[in-house]
């Protein structure tokens, strides 16, 4: 944060290693990371992909519930000056998708504007929303004719000082560059989008 303050948060798993998460944990540090607070659970069992991002005073912790490529998304928020988390909420719009999912701010301050990106499964087609002035906007669904995501997650990036916002996935594609859909030899590329 601006103030020097760091935030983590992480998803474990059973010892046993049945991959099922036990939930999500969060700490943080005041004093650059020489000390930390004790472990807090933010989210039980079944939950993952935990994403810890500062937008405005706010910060949030955003998930997933879910498989890999059925997954719901879920926050809680806490304000930058206080301890308190607000109680889980399922982000609007956000049922459907395959995980990893994109979550990026830019600008700083009361100007920032949380980014989240994900994927249909079904289609490969992108979903969108914007967290401005204490509200998630509508999901906008954006479907890619080329180098689509057959639903194997993404990334998304900003500029801080603000800027294009920036996706990347990888998509399965056959030996020529073209979208592959039946049993030809397939290969992962890399495509960005902006």
């Known amino acids: 944060t601006p ?3 760091l935030h983590l948060a992480w998803a ?10 036990q939930g999500i944990f969060y700490m943080n ?13 933010l989210a039980g069992p079944g939950n993952d992909w935990p994403r810890v991002v500062l937008s405005g005073s706010q910060i949030h912790l955003l998930y997933a519930q879910g498989s890999t490529d059925r997954a719901t998304l879920w926050e809680r928020t806490r304000p930058l000056t206080g301890d308190a ?4 909420a ?12 994109g979550a990026t701010v830019d600008g700083m301050g009361e100007q920032s504007s949380l980014h989240l990106v994900g994927v249909d499964p079904e289609d490969g087609s992108y979903y969108y929303s914007l967290w401005h002035e204490n509200n998630w906007s509508s999901v906008e669904k954006v479907t890619q004719s080329y180098g689509r995501n057959p ?3 993404l990334l998304a990036t900003t500029r801080l000082q603000g800027g294009k916002l920036v996706v ?4 399965q594609v056959d030996e020529n560059g073209s979208q592959t859909t039946g049993a030809a030899e397939k290969v992962n590329q890399l495509f960005i989008n902006t």
């Open 85 to 88: 988390w607000s109680p889980a």
């Open 12 to 21: 474990e798993t059973s010892i046993s290693g049945n991959q099922v998460p």
């Open 90 to 101: 399922r982000i609007p719009g956000w049922n459907e998708i395959s995980l990893p999912f």
């Open 29 to 41: 540090s005041t004093d650059g990371g020489l000390t930390w607070s004790d472990p807090l659970v």
């Open 168 to 171: 990347a996935w990888l998509s």
């Open 3 to 5: 103030e020097g303050s």
């Open 151 to 153: 639903g194997r997650g």
